[in-house]
């Protein structure tokens, strides 16, 4: 259970808590498997090689190096089937807490108990299934896989037909891995980016049932945001929800369709209903009109001196201060049990 939502930042903050640690989950097991490589290759090493230059000869007898070389494989290739269902489930969960994180603000927001029911899980599969089957997650990791298998054989084989010692064909191996988990890592943080943005796209439809929707485009905070993503920053999308690039267009993160838009975004888009940034703290009036005036013009005034749309707000949240006001409120805690 995340801790109490306050405004769409805090809905973001948890959302890519989330995404990196189903990156860090990838990155351990692709680590392990390192790990149990590298002690399989010095068990060989201290039976079987009796100099750095008889190295490949003596493990190439009776097929030991083949052997393992296989068994290497085999074992790569059920953990990125592990993989597949960790990030799996990741989105899953990236889509249901952004789902319900999102409709809590909204109806606190709102005052309003208009329903939100959570779709199915098979709408939610189905939502998450990529329609480009080349860019599915089990065809994407397993090139990923190949390209690992591949890098590891060559770079044991090339290794001992240089004569060198084992310390040096680590060396390759963890290089060789470190390429791999960077790119499952890539893999999870898109596949979450994805997940986290169809949610979004799923809720906002909702909410226009009740209220007049706004979208907004936000770059990240820091100085590694693509050129065209920083270009974006601060875009609202078009009556029909798309925002536009040179042509391209999206509803959100990731759903570009276009790799270099797509892979590795940390972007997010925010909504505005009815004209205002929505906000809920007990005793605090986030819908006057005079708080939110201050608030927008203190995020342009941000944003003058250069800062994106997300540091903005957040500047701006902690300096703008909504009037005191006696009303219901219901904590995130509270709002799940009940639905």
């Known amino acids: 259970m995340p801790k109490q939502i306050h405004n769409?930042?805090?809905?973001?903050?948890?959302?890519?808590?989330l995404i990196a640690q189903s990156e860090r989950e990838v990155d351990e097991l692709l680590g392990k498997r390192l790990k149990e490589i590298l002690a399989m290759l010095s068990n060989m090493y201290s039976k079987f090689v009796e100099s750095d230059e008889s190295s490949y000869t003596d493990?190439?007898?009776?097929?030991?190096?083949?052997?393992?070389?296989?068994?290497?494989?085999q074992q790569l290739n059920e953990d990125y089937k592990q993989i597949v269902k960790q990030i799996e489930i990741s989105q899953?969960?990236?889509?249901?807490?952004?789902?319900?994180?999102a409709a809590y603000l909204f109806q606190v927001y709102q005052g309003t108990e208009d329903g939100f029911t959570l779709p199915s899980e098979d709408v939610i599969a189905a939502a998450l299934a990529n329609p480009i089957e080349l860019l599915r997650l089990p065809k994407v990791l397993e090139v990923?896989?190949?390209?690992?298998?591949r890098k590891i054989q060559i770079e044991?084989?090339?290794?001992?037909?240089?004569?060198e010692g084992y310390f040096k064909m680590a060396k390759r191996l963890e290089n060789a891995i470190g390429i791999s988990q960077n790119k499952a890592r890539t893999?999870?943080?898109?596949?979450?980016?994805?997940?986290m943005s169809i949610a979004d796209e799923a809720v906002t439809e909702e909410m226009r049932k009740?209220?007049?929707?706004?979208?907004?485009?936000?770059?990240?905070?820091?100085?590694?945001?693509?050129?065209?993503?920083?270009?974006?920053?601060?875009?609202?999308?078009?009556?029909?929800?798309y925002f536009h690039f040179k042509g391209m267009k999206a509803k959100g993160p990731t759903m570009?369709?276009?790799?270099?838009?797509?892979?590795?975004?940390?972007?997010?888009?925010?909504?505005?209903?009815?004209?205002?940034?929505?906000?809920?703290?007990?005793?605090?009036?986030y819908k006057d009109e005079g708080y939110q005036k201050r608030l927008k013009a203190q995020i342009l005034a941000y944003m003058d001196k250069g800062m994106t749309y997300a540091a903005a707000y957040m500047e701006a949240d902690k300096r703008i201060t909504p009037p005191n006001k006696v009303m219901p409120f219901m904590k995130y805690e509270e709002w799940f049990n009940k639905i």
Do not use: F
């Open 8 to 17: 769409q930042l805090d809905i973001i903050k948890r959302l890519d808590e």
């Open 59 to 73: 493990l190439n007898k009776y097929n030991r190096l083949a052997k393992e070389l296989e068994r290497i494989a």
């Open 92 to 101: 899953q969960r990236i889509y249901v807490e952004q789902y319900l994180m």
């Open 144 to 149: 990923h896989r190949n390209e690992t298998i």
């Open 156 to 163: 044991i084989s090339q290794s001992l037909l240089a004569g």
């Open 187 to 195: 893999v999870a943080r898109t596949e979450g980016a994805r997940a």
């Open 210 to 241: 009740y209220a007049d929707i706004e979208c907004v485009w936000l770059s990240t905070l820091d100085t590694r945001t693509r050129h065209e993503h920083r270009k974006l920053d601060g875009q609202k999308a078009d009556s029909d929800g």
């Open 256 to 285: 570009w369709g276009v790799a270099k838009m797509d892979i590795n975004c940390r972007c997010v888009k925010i909504k505005l209903i009815d004209g205002q940034l929505p906000a809920v703290r007990r005793g605090r009036d």
